[in-house]
Nanobody
Framework: QVQLVESGGGLVQPGGSLRLSCAASGSIFTINAMGWYRRAPGKQRELVAAISSGNSTSYADYVKGRFTISRDNAKNTVYLQMNSLKPEDTAVYYC???????????????WGQGTQVTVSS
C-alpha cells in the first residue's frame, strides 16, 4: 500500500557530505512520523533521526550537529543531510514511515529497502 524508496547513498571520504532522500508512494491515506534508521555491520538497527508531521525533529546523540532531517509533505519525501561524516557512520540506512494506506484502518510502520553509506578514505 505504501512503498518507500531511498536514494543518495554511496562512498564518501571522512569529513564529506551526503544527502539521502526517501520518497513514499502508493495508496497513501496519511503519513505521520518519518525517520531514518541505520544498521552497521554486526550491530542492531538504531534510530538516527525522526521528524513528525508537524516538523518536530529528534536526533541520536551521535549525529546531533552533523545530520539534519527534513521533509516535503507535498512530495511525501523525507531527507537526511549528513555532514562531517565519520567512518563509524558507515551503515545501511533505512527510511521509515508511520503511515496509513487507503485500504487500512490503522497506521503502521513501513520500511524502505535500505541504501548503503560508506565513509572511508
Amino acid at each position: 500500500q505504501v512503498q518507500l524508496v531511498e536514494s543518495g547513498g554511496g562512498l564518501v571520504q571522512p569529513g564529506g557530505s551526503l544527502r539521502l532522500s526517501c520518497a513514499a508512494s502508493g495508496s497513501i491515506f496519511t503519513i505521520n512520523a518519518m525517520g531514518w534508521y541505520r544498521r552497521a555491520p554486526g550491530k542492531q538497527r538504531e534510530l538516527v533521526a525522526a521528524i513528525s508531521s508537524g516538523n518536530s525533529t529528534s536526533y541520536a546523540d551521535y549525529v546531533k550537529g552533523r545530520f539534519t532531517i527534513s521533509r516535503d509533505n507535498a512530495k511525501n519525501t523525507v531527507y537526511l543531510q549528513m555532514n562531517s561524516l565519520k567512518p563509524e557512520d558507515t551503515a545501511v540506512y533505512y527510511c521509515n514511515a508511520f503511515a496509513r494506506g487507503l485500504s487500512s484502518r490503522w497506521e503502521r510502520d513501513y520500511w524502505g529497502q535500505g541504501t548503503q553509506v560508506t565513509v572511508s578514505s
